[in-house]
């Protein structure tokens, strides 16, 4: 009988201890976004097949893209590698851990030949991600983060890391790439292997080629499409993501801005159109279009009239595109109705293009007025000059941005009306604060996590 009870408290004990173990199974990655020349070499197959957007990739598969060709490859919930114009990767690992009907770790591993790949990864996810990007010369692993890894045509390259926090391995050991107060990262390798990271502005000022610049921009764009199209990356849809795709989104082109001030417009452009989509998680919110307002004049506070019109024209364009496509896929097609519809969007912006120029103002006069020097009155002055120029800025961008909009969807340019923005109060003397900005970005926290690069690729 107590043979019996003993083994039948050990089969107890066996079946709680399967019941709750760690189950590791195989996954399929996807392509959730193409554009132009893409083919997919599945596993085993020698002969090409297009990509097209829903397909399965699965582990060993080679993606290739053309001239103009780009990739979205969503590696797992939470990580979407974006293969760019003439690039060469594999998949080399996907791998998800579950226990107790929970997901405890998602793995993937890229294996890039050339090219660039930019990898968005879900700053929420960072303790179950697991991700990396496998290179001749190392390998770069992170969490929660934004950073591309470029193979030039001499077996050389680079990691930058734009959020977050970054490793990258090689035979000469490990270089951590954190990154903070905005200012992203910069580490070459291969011929430069063993050279410590450096600032990617510097980086950008020494590259006369202009090439390491164009590569920031097109890294905007990317983790813009990602919250345009609300990809997992990005937040994906659920609780939380307006803020998830907010803050990747404000710090990203905090990052970029600062590494490449002279494109700061281009920046704006694609960032704000991003936000304001009605695709976009953010649900074209004021606060995610204003938050992304302070973090590009933060930056480059010199240039808060540029950035103004840009993202003003931005918002109004957007909106007015959105909501008469909306109209026209309803079934409208009267010409009067049409214009109407595109009257009431952009009504319906300026509230958008108010509270971003206030917010430009705010953030302008915080970051140059108040730690300048110079009496209270040389000080309000400067606030007042500010204030005009970015309240004159707003204007003319609604209305570039009511153009483009009726041009582009065929009906009759929206009238726009004059914005105005408030003068904020300047630190009196060398003591107080200013007005605060009306939307602070939602920043994620650095991620001070270090990634052992040689666990991430199996080694």
């Known amino acids: 009988m107590r043979h019996i009870k003993s083994r039948f408290l050990l089969f107890v004990a066996g079946a709680l201890a399967s019941a709750f173990a760690a189950t590791a199974f195989a996954h399929e990655a996807k392509l959730i976004k193409v554009t132009g020349s893409v083919e997919v070499y599945l ?37 979407v590698a974006t293969v760019t114009s003439n690039s060469d990767v594999s998949v080399t690992k996907l791998n998800i851990v579950s226990q107790d009907g929970k997901i405890v770790t998602q793995e993937a591993q890229i294996d890039l030949r050339r090219g660039n790949v930019v990898s968005t990864l879900d700053p929420t996810k960072k303790a179950i991600n697991k991700y990396s990007v496998k290179t001749p010369k190392g390998v770069a692993a992170a969490r929660g983060t934004v950073f591309g890894v470029t193979i030039d045509s001499l077996g050389g390259g680079s990691v930058s890391a734009l959020t977050g926090t970054v490793t990258f391995t090689s035979s000469l050991g490990t270089f951590t790439l954190p990154v903070g107060g905005g200012e992203p990262l910069f580490l070459p390798f291969g ?40 990809s997992s990356a990005a937040g994906g849809t659920g609780t939380g993501a307006s803020d998830t795709a907010t803050a990747i989104m404000a710090a990203v082109v905090k990052a970029a801005a600062n590494a490449v001030p002279s494109q700061v417009t281009a920046i704006a452009d694609v960032a704000i159109k991003a936000v304001s989509t009605s695709s976009s998680q953010t649900g074209s919110s004021t606060t995610a279009v204003s938050a992304i307002t302070e973090a590009l004049v933060s930056a480059a506070p010199t240039q808060v009239a540029a950035i103004t019109q840009t993202a003003a024209a931005a918002v109004v364009e957007t909106k007015v595109a959105d909501a008469v496509a909306a109209a026209k896929a309803s079934g409208t097609t009267d010409a009067t109705a049409l214009a109407q519809v595109a009257q009431n969007a952009t009504t319906a912006a300026q509230a958008s293009v108010q509270t971003l120029a206030q917010t430009a103002v705010n953030t302008a006069v915080a970051v140059t007025v108040s730690t300048s020097g110079g009496t209270d009155a040389d000080k309000a002055a400067a606030a007042a000059a500010i204030a005009a120029s970015v309240s004159t800025a707003a204007t003319n961008g609604s209305s570039t941005g009511s153009t483009n909009a009726s041009s582009s969807a065929g009906v009759t340019p929206p009238a726009t009306g004059t914005v105005t923005v408030t003068t904020p109060p300047t630190t009196p003397g060398n003591s107080g604060t200013t007005t605060p900005p009306v939307s602070t970005p939602i920043i994620p926290p650095v991620d001070t996590t270090v990634i052992s690069a040689a666990s991430s690729n199996g080694n």
């Open 43 to 79: 596993p085993g197959q020698t002969t090409a097949q297009p990509g097209v957007v829903g397909m399965a990739i699965p582990e060993g598969a080679t993606i290739k893209t053309g001239n103009g060709g780009e990739a979205y490859v969503e590696a797992f919930n939470g990580a």
């Open 191 to 230: 011929a430069a292997a063993g050279t410590k990271p450096q600032s990617l502005s510097a980086a950008v000022a020494a590259d006369t080629t202009g090439a390491l610049a164009a590569e920031v921009v097109a890294a905007v764009q990317v983790v813009a499409t990602n919250v345009a199209n609300s």
